[in-house]
């Protein structure tokens, strides 16, 4: 998947911003004058309208403004949008890592107009790159950003807002059968089913994921036939102990969907 865990252009922007002050944060009643944020040349906001979409309506407008320290609005300067699809990290050790993923898209650079506003109309809020929605998360970041240098290493002139778009989905559902329930080292397994889609929504190409380690999000994955069946199968290993099948559709307003296999693995010791 080609997401990271904080693209750089989100990171140069948002990271850099919140280490220089930029999203302001409470003093405490001991910091010194020195510690304090440092004031901003700009105030920038960001909002969309409407703030939520469904799988039949899925644009919104975008505006915002971006004014002066004193409040008098910032004439003819260009505000970079970007739309960024948030994902669940991967992460079943629990370490302390960014729990998001992060996928943006820019939206333009709407220039604002006599009185510091912008506006980009009916933006599409969606999934427009071939990337897995595994673990997608169906509430879609809006972000706005001016540095007035141009240079992300020079975070203390740039500014940043944000907003969020829910995303309400259609349920998808996933049915399957085994060869084996019992298994043991060395047994191949096969899995064979079909992915249910909402009417209208294209039944082939939905990707289907099987887990058989707890530690690995997915050992094997294949994609559904035009008719929504799939087929995969694995070789078990010995210390395989968790057996779940994953869903993942093509179209971002469609859940997928998830089901734990009853698979006994014989060759784990018993407890």
């Known amino acids: 998947m080609p997401r990271k865990s904080m693209t750089t252009r989100l990171a ?6 919140l280490a220089a002050g930029a999203l302001s944060v409470p003093a405490t009643a001991s910091a010194k004058p020195a510690d304090a944020a440092p004031v901003r040349d700009y105030k920038l906001t960001v909002t969309t309208d409407p703030t939520s979409t469904h799988y039949y309506k899925r644009r919104v407008d975008v505006s915002g403004t971006l004014t002066k320290a004193d409040g008098t609005p ?14 669940d990290s991967w992460n079943p050790w629990g370490d302390p890592i960014d729990p998001t993923d992060y996928e943006p898209r820019d939206l333009g650079k709407p220039v604002t107009d ?3 506003k912008f506006t980009i109309r009916n933006v599409n809020i969606d999934h427009v790159t071939g990337s897995s929605l595994l673990n997608v998360r169906h509430q879609v ?3 706005a950003s001016y540095d007035e240098d141009g240079n992300p290493s020079t975070p203390q002139d740039g500014s940043f807002a944000r907003t969020r778009v829910a995303v309400k989905t259609k349920v998808s ?7 084996k329930k019992k298994v043991k080292d060395g047994t191949i397994l096969t899995v064979w089913g079909k992915v249910t889609v909402p009417r209208g929504v294209e039944r082939a190409g939905n990707e289907v994921f099987l887990q058989t380690y707890w530690e690995n999000e997915y050992r094997v994955q ?15 290993r010995g210390y395989d102990n968790r057996f779940v099948l ?3 559709t093509r179209d971002l ?14 060759s784990l010791p018993r407890r």
């Not at 140069?12 to 911003?17: C, E, G, K, R």
């Open 12 to 17: 140069a922007t948002a990271a850099l911003l």
């Open 74 to 87: 910032a004439p003819n300067i260009p505000v970079t949008v970007q739309e960024v699809l948030l994902f």
């Open 114 to 116: 006599a009185k510091g």
């Open 141 to 143: 970041e809006i972000t």
């Open 173 to 179: 559902a996933v049915s399957y059968q085994v060869n």
């Open 222 to 236: 294949t994609t559904t036939e035009e008719d929504g069946f799939f087929v995969m199968s694995v070789r078990v």
């Open 246 to 248: 994953r869903t993942a």
């Open 253 to 266: 307003y469609v859940a997928g969907a998830t089901k734990r296999l009853p698979i006994i693995n014989t």
